[in-house]
Antibody, heavy 122, light 109 residues
Framework: QVQLQQSGLRLVKPSQTLSLTCAIS??????????WTWIRQSPSGGLEWLGR?????????EYAESVKTRITINPDTSNNRFSLQLNSVTPEDTAVYYC????????????WGQGTLVTVSS | QSALTQPASVSGSPGQSITISCTGS?????????VSWYQHHPGEAPRLVIY???KRPSGVSNRFSGSKSGNTASLTISGLQDEDESDYHC??????????FGSGTRVTV
């Protein structure tokens, strides 16, 4: 059974960097066929795909246009986890952030973390 | 990339069937057989209930079914039960290695 455990700061000041980590158990961050993904849910309720990283002989990184100038998703093979960094945050980045395992073959997300509410406020 | 359009809310009585629509475009829903649906109880992790338009993961009740016509995908819940009361989100692969989600639908039983 795959489990994803999120951690990170829940309060970030405007213009600073949001940082979250997702620890993986039951699978490997280097697993072929998986894509390690970050998704967020704004207070208005809709989900937004932010980006993913995956390993296919080399590491790949794909990001949503809306955040691609500010986002970095990195794998950590030593600790079997992956991280999210979002720079220059504003109050509009306040959201519940989820990590998830994407299944590349089906373009779906079969395991999710518990979610972390991150508030951007001074 | 614009969010997929879902009704804000749908309601039904126990035992009834309800259908939630998810409208996109020929760039996403209509172009790929890659629509998935998620059940999301507030405060919990979302749960995958349909993938590839109409396939059910192991362990998901056969009361959940998916379909698609053109640029609109649909999730039907038959034999509605109290435990089905939740938020439901659709998602589609949108090409260019990106994904788009719907606006979410609150189902009330």
């Amino acid at each position: 059974q795959v489990q994803l455990q999120q951690s990170g700061l829940r309060l970030v000041k405007p213009s600073q960097t949001l940082s979250l980590t997702c620890a993986i158990s039951g699978d490997s961050v280097s697993s072929q066929g998986a894509a390690w993904t970050w998704i967020r849910q704004s207070p208005s309720g809709g989900l937004e795909w932010l980006g993913r990283t995956f390993y296919r002989s080399e590491w790949h990184y794909e990001y949503a246009e809306s955040v691609k100038t500010r986002i970095t998703i990195n794998p950590d093979t030593s600790n079997n986890r992956f991280s999210l960094q979002l720079n220059s945050v504003t109050p509009e980045d306040t959201a519940v952030y989820y990590c998830a395992r994407g299944v590349s073959a089906t373009a779906s997300f079969d395991y999710w973390g518990q979610g972390t509410l991150v508030t951007v406020s001074s | 990339q614009s969010a997929l359009t879902q009704p804000a809310s749908v309601s039904g009585s126990p035992g009834q069937s309800i259908t939630i629509s998810c409208t996109g475009s020929s760039s996403d829903v209509g172009n790929y057989n890659r629509v998935s649906w998620y059940q999301h109880h507030p405060g919990e992790a979302p749960r995958l209930v349909i993938y590839e338009d109409n396939k059910r993961p192991s362990g998901v009740s056969n009361r959940f079914s998916g379909s698609k016509s053109g640029n609109t995908a649909s999730l039907t819940i038959s034999g509605l039960q109290d435990e089905d009361e939740s938020d439901y989100h659709c998602c589609s692969y949108a090409g260019s290695r990106t994904f788009v989600f719907g606006s979410g639908t609150r189902v009330t039983v």
